[in-house]
Structure formats: structure tokens, C-alpha cells
């Protein structure tokens, strides 16, 4: 895999997404994956506050500077992580929704882009106000991209109602997602879902690389 960032708005599942790549490669490799917690600007929902039960799965967390499980709403982060990147492991970073989330992304630039291969995924989730539309899927997408140094490469499609989330849900928004990737000139590289929901849809979904997850680890209280 090598470096996988990661965006999206708030509320599209850019979090779940990270902690459940991160466990599929892991299991699939055999290979620790570092997740890096870039988020500063939303103290819930933080990949770090799982940091122990992803241990246990080959999976590392690195988030703020002083410990994963202490100051969760200061604006402090480590970036450790980067020794990983110019390694050549396995890293996902987890940045903050929207275009304040890749503030800190900046500082990264040179080590990524010193990378043989890396991607930058945008999650979309028709279910959310600022991605409703293919027009503002794909307006979210120019956003990041104006901003960002490193355009994005590949779109996720995370429709979700949370505990409501039915297939339809799930299908809609990879369509939206598909027209949203044609028209910006990218893959769309992920379609993530729920197990009990991808057994009945499997054979209607388009993308190549799907996600599936049994329930959710972020928001387990809430499914």
C-alpha cells in the first residue's frame, strides 16, 4: 500500500474508513500499519481513542505528542510518523474534515511526495450536507484540491445513515460517487459498507475495491 491520505467532510466516515483499511491490510499482509491521527479540530471520534484495541491487531496509532489517551481535545499532534513514510511502510493518515483538516498535511509534502506510491482519498457521503449532490461531491473534490499541494487521486463511496444505513443508501451514493469520478478525472477507489448489507448488494456494487465491515468500531454505541 504505502501511504494512504485520507479526507472528507465531516460526518462522511473518513475515520471508520481509516481504522477499517488499516485493518484489512494488516490482516491481509501480515504487516503493521501505522494510522496517523492528524485530526486537531474534531476531539471525538479520533482514530487514537482506539489505539489499544488496534494494537492488538498490528495496527499503531500515532496522535498527539504527550499519549493517545490524554489531552484528546489540545491541538497537539506528533509527527513521528513520517520516519515510517520515508521508510516505506505501511501509514495512513487520518486528516480533519475538510479543507482546514490539511493544514497539517504541509508539513508532510516532501516526505510523500519522496514516495514511490501513495494515494489521497476523498470519502464521500451522499447522506451529508456539504457531498448531497454529484455538484457538490465534486465541488467538495476542487476544494481539497486548490488548497492541497497533493491533488486528490481516488474518491471513497461511505453512504451511511449510521444504524439506519439500508442498501439503498449505500448504492445511491456510490452512483452519485461514480458520476462525481467521471467527471473529476479520478477512480473511484473504495465503496465501504456494512457485512449484513454488501451479503444483498454485492453482485449490484461498481467499485473494484470494496470495504466491509461488521459494525462500526468509532460509533459502536450508536449502530
Known amino acids: 500500500?504505502?501511504?494512504?491520505?485520507?479526507?472528507?467532510?465531516?460526518?462522511?466516515?473518513?475515520?471508520?474508513?481509516?481504522?477499517?483499511?488499516?485493518?484489512?491490510?494488516?490482516?491481509?499482509?501480515?504487516?503493521g500499519v501505522t494510522i496517523a491521527d492528524l485530526d486537531v479540530i474534531n476531539p471525538y471520534f479520533r482514530s487514537?481513542?482506539?489505539?489499544?484495541?488496534?494494537?492488538?491487531k498490528n495496527i499503531t496509532v500515532m496522535g498527539d505528542c504527550l499519549d493517545n489517551n490524554t489531552g484528546q481535545d489540545l491541538p497537539a499532534v506528533s509527527y513521528a510518523f513520517l520516519s515510517r513514510v520515508r521508510r516505506g511502510e505501511n501509514v495512513i493518515i487520518d486528516l480533519a474534515g475538510g479543507e482546514n483538516g490539511l493544514k497539517l498535511l504541509a508539513s508532510c509534502y516532501s516526505a510523500i511526495e519522496s514516495c514511490p506510491k501513495?494515494?489521497?482519498?476523498?470519502?464521500?457521503?451522499?447522506?451529508?450536507?456539504?457531498?448531497?449532490?454529484?455538484a457538490k461531491m465534486v465541488n467538495f473534490v476542487h476544494r481539497i484540491n486548490n488548497i492541497s499541494l497533493l491533488p486528490v487521486t481516488g474518491l471513497v463511496s461511505n453512504g451511511h445513515m449510521l444504524r439506519d444505513t439500508t442498501a439503498e443508501h449505500v448504492l445511491e451514493s456510490e452512483q452519485a460517487a461514480i458520476e462525481a469520478s467521471r467527471m473529476l478525472g479520478?477512480?473511484?477507489?473504495?465503496?465501504?459498507?456494512?457485512?449484513?448489507?454488501?451479503?444483498?448488494?454485492?453482485?449490484?456494487?461498481?467499485?473494484?475495491?470494496?470495504?466491509?465491515?461488521?459494525?462500526?468500531?468509532?460509533?459502536?454505541?450508536?449502530?
Open 1 to 31: 500500500m504505502g501511504v494512504c491520505i485520507v479526507t472528507g467532510p465531516y460526518g462522511s466516515g473518513k475515520t471508520e474508513f481509516c481504522v477499517n483499511l488499516a485493518r484489512k491490510i494488516a490482516e491481509d499482509t501480515g504487516r
Open 48 to 56: 487514537r481513542e482506539k489505539a489499544e484495541w488496534l494494537a492488538a
Open 118 to 134: 501513495y494515494e489521497f482519498l476523498c470519502v464521500l457521503n451522499l447522506f451529508r450536507k456539504e457531498t448531497a449532490s454529484v
Open 186 to 223: 479520478v477512480p473511484l477507489g473504495y465503496t465501504m459498507l456494512r457485512r449484513d448489507i454488501y451479503d444483498g448488494v454485492r453482485d449490484k456494487l461498481a467499485s473494484e475495491r470494496i470495504l466491509v465491515f461488521d459494525k462500526p468500531t468509532m460509533r459502536e454505541d450508536w449502530q
